[in-house]
């Protein structure tokens, strides 16, 4: 029987671009998801054509999905606004009027860590709460998403809040921790300093951790005191192609 498909999300990455068909019911892929490399330069027009490429893949066997871009950097309105990782051509980029008239189908872009944010809130670690929740995803630098009730307050980047004189990510970031060799107890007095820092300002109900050394929280979230509950991530690397896609999916209905 064919996975009930809603559907597609793609993952702008440093490295690479992906894509899946998403099964909403199940919250996972409904197929094996295809990963292009990022081409060189990360332009705007090079990026939306690995995009179609994906988009082309699988039309064929899922028909015309609404689909869901994950974008590193904000995106208001569809247009990117900030490019503090990726190619300043971006800037003032409307990636979704491009992607639609490209590829024909309804387009809805989005902050890379908000997509993490929406997955986990529906389908993984955040499912069911309450409250406010902050998702961080600890990766090159920090990046946050606010879900508060269930409703996402969009494009937050507290990761760049100032902490102790220091632009928080170039601190506490996995990226920081890898560049400057530290070990988990150092680092997690870094964490522990930004931690403490958004509960002060925004007194939270829940933290979800996310990135890739979210498989390792065990080396280092059990060193934090803080009052908020604070958890890994249930979806992984998959979290910013599922939330995505179940963005693109509200929003085409």
């Not at 490295?15 to 094996?32: E, N």
């Not at 994950?70 to 990636?95: E, L």
């Not at 507290?158 to 102790?164: F, T």
């Amino acid at each position: 029987m064919t996975a009930p498909v809603t559907a597609l999300g793609i993952d702008v990455g440093g490295s690479g671009i992906k894509g899946a068909p998403v099964d909403l019911d199940r919250g996972d892929f409904a197929t094996d998801r295809l990963r292009i490399p990022t081409p060189e330069g990360a332009s705007p027009q090079a990026v939306c054509e690995v995009i179609g490429e994906i988009v082309e893949h699988f039309d064929g066997a899922q028909g015309h999905l609404p689909i869901g871009v994950t974008i590193p950097g904000v995106v208001t309105h569809g247009v990117v606004r900030s490019a503090a990782n990726i190619h300043p051509d971006w800037v003032g980029f409307d990636v979704v009027t491009h992607l639609h008239e490209l590829l024909d189908h309804p387009v809805i872009a989005v902050n890379d860590a908000d997509a993490a944010g929406i997955g986990e809130m529906y389908h993984g670690a955040a499912r069911g709460r309450e409250g406010l929740v902050i998702l961080t995803t600890l990766g090159t630098g920090i990046g946050t998403a606010l879900i508060h009730d269930g409703v996402l307050v969009p494009n937050s980047e507290l990761g760049h809040l100032e902490v102790d004189g220091h632009d928080a990510e170039t601190r506490a970031s996995s990226g920081a921790r890898e560049a400057e060799d530290l070990s988990w107890e150092e680092w997690a007095k870094r964490l522990q300093r930004y931690y403490s820092h958004l509960e002060a300002l925004l007194w939270p109900d829940l933290f979800v951790v996310g990135g890739g050394v979210s498989k390792k929280a065990d080396r280092y979230l059990p060193l934090l005191d803080l009052r908020t509950p604070i958890i890994p991530a249930q979806l992984e690397n998959r979290a910013g192609i599922i939330g995505a896609a179940q963005l693109a999916a509200t929003s085409a209905r």
